[in-house]
């Protein structure tokens, strides 16, 4: 069974701390995708990494995906409230779009 | 979300009814997946249709669930004989780019009683 690691599982910090969000794998993932999810409603795609040692910028949000394409990071720099949510990481291994999701990570940010 | 439909938004269903789920990709979205996502649980995959066809279905619990998607008309996951451990939010997503993306629904959360 495939498994996405998503650490930590719960987050609260304080507004204008930083934070990482980690996603790790044993296997390999032809993409990773990267979702924020608001209570009640679907997930919304933030980014999409394909590349090994592939790095992309969302404003305050820096996205990574390691070399081997097995694992990934979300760092965010100087966290605000507005980015309180649930984050989940999705790898999809099999390239047909299957995703397989982490665990979630639940971010608080305290103004 | 690329203007994924889901619906009802909430469905609330004795213990035995049968629950029928709706999900509406944009016009042309051929490619419909099914994730479930228990409380306090993360996102498990379930099916995914083409246009009348089953792709993978091994996320699908093997009795009582079923999916369909036919040429015209949303995709429908059905649950015969719901049981309270079938309570859940249910999520449809659309595939989309070069890169296999996939946008959401905004979920149907099914209530068993």
């Known amino acids: 069974t495939q498994l996405l690691e998503q650490s930590p599982q719960f987050l609260s910090i304080q507004e204008g701390e930083n934070l990482t969000v980690y996603c790790n794998s044993s296997?390999?993932?032809?993409?990773l995708q990267w979702y924020r999810q608001e209570p009640g409603e679907g997930p919304v795609l933030l980014v999409t990494?394909?590349?090994?040692?592939e790095v992309k910028k969302l404003k305050r949000l820096t996205f990574q995906f390691g070399d081997a394409r097995k694992d990934s990071s979300l760092h965010i720099t100087a966290a605000q409230p507005g980015d309180t949510g649930l984050y989940l990481c999705?790898?999809?291994?099999?390239?047909?779009?299957?995703?397989?999701f982490g665990q979630g990570t639940t971010l608080q940010v305290k103004p | 979300n690329a203007g994924v439909m889901q619906n009802p938004r909430h469905l609330v269903r004795r213990r035995g009814q049968e629950a029928r789920l709706r999900c509406s990709p944009m016009?042309?979205?051929?490619?419909v997946y099914w994730y479930r996502q228990l409380p306090e649980e993360g996102l498990k995959f379930m099916v995914y249709?083409?246009?009348?066809?089953?792709?993978?279905e091994s996320g699908m619990p093997k009795e009582r669930f079923s999916a369909e998607f036919p040429k015209e008309g949303p995709s429908i996951l059905r649950i015969q004989q719901v049981v309270r451990g079938d309570s859940a939010a249910y999520f449809c997503?659309?595939?989309?780019?070069?890169?296999?993306?996939?946008?959401f629904g905004p979920g149907t959360r099914l209530t068993v009683l």
């Open positions: 999705a790898g999809d291994s099999s390239n047909t779009g299957k995703l397989i």
């Open positions: 016009k042309g979205h051929s490619h």
């Open positions: 997503a659309t595939l989309e780019g070069i890169d296999n993306e996939q946008f």
């Open positions: 296997s390999v993932f032809s993409s």
């Open positions: 249709l083409q246009k009348e066809n089953i792709i993978d």
């Open positions: 990494v394909v590349t090994g040692g």
